[in-house]
């Protein structure tokens, strides 16, 4: 994707907006973007810098984000403290184009890092309980204050607020320590001859460093007190808004990532705040349990949209004729009594029991958890509750660590009775 139209090749001390900021290393990379640690000399900090791909689809994007990050970075009342700040944007002309630039705030890694770096066992209850409530904290923000919806909540686009200081410890975070603080006003032209110089040393020293970490070119090796998860303080930030709308004007017809996506949006029957709920909770699933809530799959005879939609009647109960029929799409899935089509024996495991059974949660912190998913995952939209109203959940009282730890100890297997290999394909 390093071609005409596509992303922007940045090499390490590569200066951006005058020589403002200057690129440190790789954090992260999306479908439309890579994103760079920089080092912004006029306030002597490190941000985010997102570099947008150059067709003009991608510019497009940007602009809308810039355009929901400024509106949300505009008054900042606290509650804006768990979505990610827009600092500054800028264009950036290269060899494959125009690429508008977004400086946001320095964050750390995404929750599917942390849930990997967990060995996908899920994570203690009270740090699910923390994060949940950040998210929790964003999204009535987003909805009640904004009137924005997100539309593609998943681990990835929630990162944790960094605990690593790069100025303070440039090796763990794996930055050249020559241009961990360029010396000086870095407005000031670098002759070009100090400034190669610079480089070559630089690109050499993050080379050794990532050496002894024994990770690809240093990139977001997640460092060793982030893997004891204990240790780490889970406030967290939703990022990436470059799909996020104004519920009074939504745009596109296909939202959400496909395991986060709400049953409404499948049936094309219309959406609005609630679909972030439904995502909420899938993320929330997973970061007790280490596993997508939905992962469906094309099958003989059946799309992935229809498996999809059993998966869900499976674990939550037959869809409502009403809600079912209510789509666009309906008609392709259903039929006239509310039944799937081609997928006609389900195999019904309420999520309780499947906490207990597959998970071996304990009997309490399986009610607990699921009586709060479960509302969230109600198929009719204008029944789960707001972010406002979940934040409210007896379930953020509920103290069940030491369960919780018994739970996940590492003698515990997980039992797979395959859920998903239960369709059974129906002649017309
Ligand atoms: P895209 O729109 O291309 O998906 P994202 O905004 O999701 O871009 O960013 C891509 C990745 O870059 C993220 O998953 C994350 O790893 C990293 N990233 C994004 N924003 C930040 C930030 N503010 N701080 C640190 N890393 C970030
Ligand atoms: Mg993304």
Redesign the pocket.
């Given at each position: 994707s390093y071609r005409k139209g596509g992303y922007h090749a940045v090499r390490i001390a590569d200066q951006f907006a005058g020589g403002r900021y200057i690129a440190q290393r790789k954090?992260?990379?999306?479908?439309?973007?890579?994103?760079w640690?920089a080092y912004d000399t006029t306030t002597s900090a490190y941000?985010?810098l997102?570099i947008?791909k150059s067709a003009a689809q991608f510019v497009q994007?940007a602009l809308h984000?810039i355009d929901v990050l400024s509106s949300i970075a505009d008054d900042a009342p606290s509650n804006s403290k768990f979505v990610?700040q827009l600092i500054d944007h800028f264009k950036h002309t290269g060899p494959n184009g125009q690429h508008l630039c977004m400086v946001?705030?320095?964050?750390?890694?995404?929750l599917?890092?942390l849930i990997r770096h967990n060995r996908y066992k899920g994570l203690p209850m009270n740090k699910v309980r923390e994060i949940c409530k950040c998210i929790l904290i964003g999204l009535d923000y987003l909805h009640r204050e904004h009137g924005i919806i997100h539309t593609d909540l998943k681990p990835?686009?929630v990162?944790l607020v960094?605990t690593i200081d790069p100025a303070k410890d440039p090796v763990r975070s794996g930055l050249s320590p020559i241009l961990e603080r360029p010396e000086g006003n870095t407005n000031v032209a670098v002759s070009s001859l100090i400034e190669k110089k610079l480089k070559r040393r630089a690109r050499r020293a993050v080379a050794k460093i990532s050496g002894q970490r024994g990770s690809m070119g240093g990139i977001?090796d997640v460092s060793k007190s982030e893997r004891n998860i204990d240790g780490i303080d889970v406030r967290c930030?939703v990022?990436?808004?470059?799909n996020a709308c104004w519920a009074d004007k939504p745009f596109a017809e296909e939202i959400q990532t496909r395991q986060y996506r709400a049953p409404e949006v499948i049936l094309q029957a219309g959406y609005s705040f609630s679909v972030d709920m439904w995502s909420f909770a899938c993320i929330a699933f997973e970061l007790a349990t280490g596993d997508m809530l939905f992962t469906p799959k094309v099958g003989q005879g059946f799309s992935e949209d229809e498996d999809h939609l059993a998966l869900m009647m499976e674990l939550l109960g037959k869809i409502p004729r009403k809600v079912a029929t209510a789509g666009a799409k309906s008609k392709d899935f259903f039929d006239r009594h509310g039944d799937l089509r081609r997928i006609r024996r389900l195999k019904f495991w309420p999520l309780n029991k499947l906490l207990i059974d597959r998970y071996k949660f304990s009997e309490s912190v399986a009610h607990e958890f699921s009586e709060f998913l479960l509302p969230l995952l109600d198929f009719a939209p204008e029944k789960r509750p707001t972010a406002q109203k979940c934040l409210e959940h007896p379930w953020f009282m509920a103290k069940e660590c030491i369960t919780n730890e018994m739970r996940n100890d590492s003698s515990v297997e997980k039992v797979d009775v395959g859920i998903s290999n239960l369709k059974i394909k129906v002649g017309k």
């Open positions: 954090l992260g990379w999306g479908q439309f973007s890579t994103v640690l941000v985010a997102k947008q994007a984000e990610v946001l705030e320095f964050l750390g890694d995404s599917l890092r990835e686009n990162l960094s977001g930030k990022v990436d808004f470059g």
